[in-house]
C-alpha cells in the first residue's frame, strides 16, 4: 500500500471515529444525518455539531409502535383522513422524546395556547422562538451560533442557507383542518393530550399521523343519550355528526375538500363507499337512513330511483324478458320506482299485448296464459281469478271494472255471464253492500231483483 493510500485511509478512519464518539456523547442512535442539515449551500456533510435523527416520528424512519399512536389507529396504520387533515410540510428536526421523557418538559410549556384554543383553525406551534429561548440561546441575528443547547437555525430547521449571515428558513406549512375541534373544552373535561394525540412523548418529530382518529373519538362520543353509559369525561359529549365535522348552509356535511373527497369508514356502519356499495347501499340506508341523510339529501335518492334513467345496476340484463315474474308477485317494490298507467301500460300498448293496442301492432305477444289456463273453467294456480286475488294492482293497471263486465255481466259471453262470486257469498253480501255497494253496480242496476238479498 502506497504511503499516499495510507494517508487517505487513516483520515477516513479519523472522521468515522470522531462521528462516533459524537453520536455517544449525545446518546443518539446512529444514523447517517441529512445533508439538509447543512448550514450553508457549500457545506457538503453536516458539520460534527449537528444531531443526529429527528427527522422523522421514529428514529431510522421506522413505523411507530402502536402503543404511541392515537387511540383508535389501525397498525400498520395508514394515518388520518387526508380529506379531514391537509398534507402538511415540516421542514423540521425535534425530539420530542428528549424533551418530554428526559427533560419531563409538559406539553403545554411548548404549546400554550392549546388549552384556550376553541377553532381548529388555530395555530399551536411555538411562536418566535417562545418558549425555546428559555433553555436555547437562540439569536436570530447570528444564525450559526454554536451553543449547547445548540442555538443554531439549522439545528431544528432543514435546509437552510445563510447567505452573509442572514438565514432563510424554509417555512412550516400546516394547512387548517376541515373539522371543528374545541381544545379548551376538552382541556376542561381534563383529557390529557394523549388520549387524543397519542405517546408523542416517546417520539422524535411529531406529523399529522398524531393527529385523532374518529374511532378514538367514539370512546366518549358514541354514548350521549341520558341514561347512558359514560364518564365525568364522556358526559354530555354529542354524536351528532355535525358536532365536529364541517356543515354546508342546508345542515348536511361538506364532504368535498380541495385535499380530498370525505368518506365514511368500513367499521362505521359497513358503510365504506367501495366499488360494491351500490350493491349494498340498500342495506346500510335501510338500517340506519338517519345516518346516510347526514351526508345526502332525500333529492339524491329520488334523482336515481325516480329519474327517467336508471342506473344499470337496479335491473339484471334479461329484466325484459323476466320482469313479468317479479312484476305479478311484489307490485309495491315495482311500483316505488314505476306508475303503471303511465309506465308499464304505454310499453305494453306498443308491442300489442294490451286491449287497447291499435291495429296493425302484433297480436301474437300474447301477455297471459292460454286461454285454457287463465280463463277455464279448472281454477289452477294461474287462473286470472287467483292471479287478481293476489295482486288486483297488476290487473286494473291494464283493465277497467267493465272487462270484467264482459264476461261477468249477466248479458256477458253466452247470454249467460259468468258469476263473479262463489257458493256463499250470499251469506255476507249484505255487508259488503252496505259498506261499499259502488262495486255490485258495476254489474247490477238499483231495481235489480238479485240485489234484494243484499240490500
Known amino acids: 500500500m502506497s504511503a499516499r493510500a495510507v494517508s487517505t485511509w487513516l483520515c477516513a478512519l479519523a472522521v468515522l471515529l470522531g462521528a462516533v464518539l459524537a453520536v455517544a456523547e449525545e446518546g443518539k442512535p446512529s444514523i447517517k444525518p441529512s445533508a439538509s442539515a447543512s448550514v450553508s449551500a457549500s457545506a457538503s456533510i453536516a458539520p460534527p455539531w449537528a444531531p443526529i435523527g429527528g427527522l422523522a416520528p421514529m428514529p431510522g424512519g421506522v413505523f411507530v409502535p402502536k402503543t404511541a399512536l392515537p387511540p383508535g389507529a389501525d397498525f400498520p396504520d395508514p394515518g388520518p383522513s387526508r380529506a379531514i387533515y391537509p398534507a402538511q410540510k ?44 428559555e433553555c436555547h440561546a437562540i439569536d436570530e441575528k447570528k444564525p450559526e451560533k454554536s451553543e449547547t443547547p445548540p442555538a443554531r437555525c439549522d439545528a431544528c430547521h432543514q435546509n437552510v442557507v445563510v447567505t452573509n449571515g442572514v438565514a432563510v428558513v424554509p417555512k412550516v406549512v400546516m394547512p387548517k383542518p376541515n373539522l371543528k375541534m374545541n381544545h379548551a373544552a376538552h382541556a376542561k373535561k381534563g383529557i390529557a393530550c394523549a388520549e387524543c394525540h397519542g405517546d408523542v412523548g416517546s417520539l422524535e418529530l411529531g406529523t399529522r399521523d398524531q393527529l385523532p382518529r374518529m374511532k378514538g373519538c367514539f370512546g366518549c362520543h358514541q354514548n350521549p343519550e341520558p341514561g347512558g353509559p ?77 329519474g327517467k334513467t336508471k342506473p344499470k345496476l337496479v335491473h339484471p340484463n334479461d329484466w325484459l324478458s323476466t320482469h313479468a315474474i317479479a312484476a305479478r308477485f311484489d307490485d309495491p317494490k315495482c311500483s316505488s320506482c314505476h306508475a303503471q298507467q303511465n309506465f308499464c301500460l304505454p310499453c305494453h300498448t306498443r308491442v300489442g299485448i294490451t286491449p287497447s293496442s291499435p291495429n296493425g301492432v302484433a297480436s301474437s305477444l300474447r ?49 249467460k255471464g259468468a258469476s263473479p262470486h262463489g257458493t256463499s257469498f250470499v251469506t255476507s253480501c249484505a255487508v259488503q253492500f252496505s259498506k261499499n255497494p259502488r262495486p255490485c253496480f258495476v254489474c247490477h242496476t238499483l231495481g235489480d231483483k238479485a240485489l234484494g238479498v243484499c240490500k
Not at 371 to 398: D, F, R, T, Y
Request: charged share 20%; hydrophobic share 30%.
Open 90 to 133: 415540516l421542514p423540521l428536526r425535534f425530539f420530542h422524546v428528549k424533551h418530554v421523557k428526559d427533560q419531563k418538559i409538559a406539553c403545554k410549556y411548548c404549546h400554550p395556547l392549546a388549552e384556550k384554543s376553541t377553532s381548529s383553525a388555530d395555530d399551536l406551534l411555538p411562536k418566535k422562538h417562545e418558549p425555546c429561548i
Open 230 to 306: 359514560s364518564t365525568l369525561k364522556s358526559a354530555g359529549a354529542k354524536s351528532a355528526c355535525s358536532t365536529c365535522h364541517v356543515t354546508r348552509k342546508d345542515g348536511v356535511l361538506e364532504t368535498m375538500f380541495a385535499s380530498g373527497v370525505l368518506m365514511p369508514p368500513k367499521w362505521l356502519k359497513n358503510a365504506q363507499h367501495g366499488s360494491d356499495f351500490l350493491t349494498r347501499h340498500k342495506k346500510v340506508a335501510g338500517a340506519d337512513s338517519a345516518f346516510c341523510g347526514n351526508c345526502h339529501k332525500e333529492q339524491e335518492c329520488v334523482d336515481c330511483h325516480d
Open 367 to 415: 301477455f297471459h296464459p292460454a286461454a285454457s289456463v287463465w280463463s277455464g273453467n279448472k281454477k289452477g294456480p294461474m287462473h286470472h281469478a287467483i292471479e287478481a286475488q293476489k295482486n288486483l294492482m297488476a290487473c286494473i293497471s291494464c283493465h277497467v271494472e267493465r272487462d270484467c263486465v264482459v264476461c261477468h255481466g249477466t248479458t256477458g259471453v253466452g247470454g
